[in-house]
């Protein structure tokens, strides 16, 4: 049994203007210790696919069907409470998109750690700030950080706070979403490195969600390419880059731009991704896959096991 198990999540949105089915049918496993990235364009469901592991989809969204087990246990069907005192930050934690930007400006970075330990273990005021200052060192901040207001911090620092807060009450699983996404290069790097020892110290698992597949590279073992509120392939981060095989990765990893080498020239993808009120019925590349033939438009193609541990769902790999 894995870490983690979803199976067959489904969460839309319900608006005045229609049902956005912004994750529709993901599967995918994680190992303890396992790092995991999801990469796809904007829009593709990635954020809300993270807040259904955390049992905080905004509304008017719900997850509407599917299970995500941790050791076995479905987070779907357990109550708000049950969510909140066994899951939520304990097992699995959060790192959101633009949180650095979202610290409470009128609370030290001090008081903004010790929040969470305070109100989820029977820590002391004094055991949590020791705690604080343990984490902060960790993310490699000065503990005198502690003390500070956020606006008095760089956004490498803000991030490193952040990411501090989402170790608070050492979870096995983090979900970093678009972490360096507002950073720059340099700060990027730092930020990934950091990540990365974490993992390898902490031998917690990350999940890494990004629209950048560049930023995949460095840190995750695991590949899912997410395309229009579906896992189009999954697999090794060797696999993925070495041996691509929907239409749609091999655009993306031809979209990275490389540092290193020949100046290779930088693709981008035509076309536009599917309203989700509407997808098309077969393939949702389909409009934009420059391999489409027959059944594509019509039927979409199941997730096939490719070679092992390798999977993809695309009608060239799969007869009908
Ligand atoms: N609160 C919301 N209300 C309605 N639709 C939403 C909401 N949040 C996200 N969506 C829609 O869900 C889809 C997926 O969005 P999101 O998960 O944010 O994608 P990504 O993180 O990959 O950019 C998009 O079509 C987006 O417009
Ligand atoms: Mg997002």
Request: aromatic share 6%.
């Amino acid at each position: 049994m894995a870490l983690l198990e979803v199976e067959n999540i489904r969460t839309y949105f319900y608006t005045l203007r229609g049902v956005v089915k912004a994750v529709d049918g993901v599967s995918f496993k994680l190992e303890k210790g396992e790092t995991l990235g999801i990469v796809g364009e904007s829009g593709c469901g990635k954020s809300t696919l993270a807040w259904s592991l955390l049992r905080l989809v905004p509304p008017p969204g719900r997850i509407v069907g599917g299970q995500i087990r941790i050791d076995g246990k479905d987070i779907v069907a357990m109550s708000e409470s049950e969510v909140r005192r066994e899951i939520r930050w304990k097992r699995i934690s959060m790192i959101f998109q633009g949180a650095m930007n979202a610290l409470n400006p009128v609370y030290t970075v001090g008081d903004q750690i010790i929040e969470p330990l305070l109100l989820h273990t029977n820590m002391t005021k004094h055991e949590a700030l020791e705690r604080a200052r343990e984490l902060i060192e960790a993310v490699g901040l000065a503990p005198s950080i502690l003390e500070r207001y956020p606006h008095e911090l760089s956004g490498g620092q803000k991030q490193r706070v952040v990411i501090a807060m989402a170790l608070a009450l050492k979870p096995d699983i983090v979900i970093a979403d678009e972490p360096t996404t507002a950073l720059d290069v340099v700060v990027q790097a730092q930020i990934l490195n950091l990540m990365k020892k974490l993992h390898q110290e902490e031998k917690m698992s990350i999940i890494l969600i990004t629209h950048d597949l560049g930023v995949v590279t460095e840190l995750s073992e695991k590949i899912a390419v997410m395309y229009a509120g579906k896992i189009v392939e999954f697999g090794s981060a060797e696999e993925i880059f070495e041996n691509p095989l929907h239409p749609y990765t091999k655009a993306l990893i031809r979209a990275v731009p490389r540092l290193k080498g020949d100046i290779h020239k930088l693709e981008y993808i035509p076309g536009t991704p599917p309203d989700l009120r509407s997808p098309p019925p077969g393939c949702r590349f389909a409009p934009r896959c420059p391999r489409r033939f027959e059944p594509c438009d019509k039927e979409e193609p199941p997730i096939i096991e490719y070679s092992k541990g390798h999977y993809v769902a695309c009608w060239l790999y799969s007869k009908r």
